[in-house]
């Protein structure tokens, strides 16, 4: 499967963004897809996920602000992320586990600015 994310960009502190993963085929029948995120000298992490049946778990560094749902009609993964700090900037990267493997999308990159 082949993963496109998109919607990064420069944004201000305390705003919000949508971003989306756009895969090359159904997902739903992925058992997981996932959102992580690399900060400049830092080791990329998770920033969350999502089953296949819709269950979702969050890193606690954006609990209570982030939404990650999927769209199994247009083959989407979508990150919602709100009240921007600083630290949230970094290239964001979706993922997707099929079969045993994980596949990557390139990143975008997000810019909060304060």
């Known amino acids: 499967v082949q993963l496109q994310a998109s919607g990064g960009g420069l944004v201000q502190a305390g705003g919000s963004l949508r971003l989306t993963c756009q895969a090359s085929e159904n997902i739903d029948n992925l058992p997981y897809m996932g959102w992580y995120r690399q900060a400049p000298g830092k080791q990329r992490e998770l920033v969350g996920g999502?089953?296949?049946?819709?269950?979702?778990t969050f890193a606690d560094s954006v609990k209570g602000r982030c939404t990650i749902s999927r769209d199994n009609v247009n083959n989407a993964m979508y990150l919602q992320l709100s009240s921007l700090k600083a630290e949230d900037t970094a290239v964001y990267y979706c993922?997707?586990?099929?079969?045993?493997?994980?596949?990557w999308g390139q990143g975008t990159l997000v810019t909060v600015s304060s």
């Open positions: 999502i089953s296949i049946g819709d269950a979702t």
């Open positions: 993922s997707a586990l099929k079969r045993g493997d994980v596949y």
